[in-house]
């Protein structure tokens, strides 16, 4: 049984700092691409990062300099270091593994940037 488990959301100030992570069991994360993707209240959810299983990045333009995706195959993790967190930074933070037709999420994390 494939399993995304996202930890490290939680209260924050703007301009705060929080690294999520995202284990996984059942899969080998090395061969898949992994994202972070985030949807808040009465949103669609958006893609925030990507890292191939290469390593490439991509990131999007609204939280470009201030986050960054990266991935420890060794412990089958991956992370979204985030930092000068703003308001509009609050949402659910969920991790995705792809891999050809292959496509598991996890459960989400919830991240609240507030004064």
């Known amino acids: 049984q494939v399993q995304l488990v996202e930890s490290g959301g939680g209260l924050v100030q703007p301009g705060g700092s929080l690294r999520l992570s995202c284990a996984a069991s059942?899969?080998?994360?090395?061969?898949?691409?992994m994202a972070w993707y985030r949807q808040a209240p009465g949103k669609e959810r958006e893609l925030v990062a990507t890292i191939a299983s290469g390593g490439s990045t991509v990131v999007a333009e609204s939280v470009k300099g201030r986050f960054t995706i990266s991935r420890d195959n060794a412990e089958n993790r991956a992370f979204l270091q985030m930092n000068s967190l703003k308001l509009e930074d609050t949402a659910v933070y969920y991790c995705h593994a792809t891999l050809f037709r292959m496509s598991y999420w996890g459960q989400g994390t919830q991240v609240t940037v507030s004064s």
């Open positions: 059942g899969i080998g994360i090395s061969i898949y691409n």
